[in-house]
């Protein structure tokens, strides 16, 4: 049983275009981190989320923790070839093992 | 300040031999987690030593894994003798996280396959 479904699991836009994300469970966690991971590469952490409600930016990245802390979204505004790459969203529970869902691969077309 | 490191990033062996993965944390970080990732699946947990201590091994597959962290800096995670289901790529992770709020940073992996 997979404790964090992310979807879409594929994407593919062209340049220019904005995209929501989804990160979906049905358990709680304290904190949500979402992490970049690029072929070849561990996993970069991009953010943590920790708060219900809670929203946070990181350039023309927008995460959102869901009220519950039970979801979480990632919208991009205006994707960029460089935003290309693997997302993951991973739970945790005070300072132990991260849950992680499978991924969503995003490919933005110049 | 130098980010998790991995060795080796790849290795290829044969049915029955052992491996033996290597971790190197952030200076500093008491945490340091093991992840496997299987072609087609999440990442998934294996082991969390705080310090010298293996707080959480709940992940660990079978009595083929051995980890250790000596002296609490870096982790060797050993695989004797190592089975074809234990291909996959596994990452280190450490924190220093007072908070509680699991930001882990993540090495490269080691990317292992079982012939």
């Known amino acids: 049983t997979q404790l964090l479904e992310q979807s879409p699991q594929f994407l593919s836009i062209q340049e220019g275009e904005n995209l929501t994300v989804y990160c979906n469970s049905s358990?709680?966690?304290?904190?949500l981190q979402w992490y970049r991971q690029e072929p070849g590469e561990g996993p970069v952490l991009l953010v943590t989320?920790?708060?219900?409600?809670e929203v946070k930016k990181l350039k023309r990245l927008t995460f959102q923790f869901g009220d519950a802390r039970k979801d979480s979204s990632l919208h991009i505004t205006a994707a960029q070839p460089g935003d290309t790459g693997l997302y993951l969203c991973?739970?945790?529970?005070?300072?132990?093992?991260?849950?992680f869902g499978k991924g969503i691969t995003l490919s933005v077309r110049p | 300040e130098a980010g998790v490191t991995q060795f080796p990033s790849h290795s290829v062996i044969e049915k029955g031999q052992t491996v033996t993965l290597r971790c190197d944390p952030i200076s500093g970080h008491d945490n340091l987690y093991w992840y496997r990732r299987v072609m087609g699946k999440e990442i998934k947990f294996l082991l969390h030593f705080v310090k010298e201590s293996k707080q959480d091994e709940s992940g660990m597959p079978n009595n083929r894994f051995l980890a250790e962290r000596t002296g609490g800096t870096y982790s060797t995670l050993k695989v004797q003798p190592a089975e074809l289901e234990d291909s996959g790529v596994y990452f280190c992770?450490?924190?220093?996280?007072?908070?509680?709020?699991?930001?882990?940073?993540f090495g490269p992996g080691t990317r292992l396959t079982v012939t």
């Open positions: 989320v920790v708060t219900g409600g």
């Open positions: 358990s709680v966690f304290s904190s």
């Open positions: 991973a739970g945790g529970r005070n300072n132990s093992k991260l849950t």
């Open positions: 992770a450490s924190s220093q996280d007072p908070a509680g709020l699991s930001e882990q940073y």
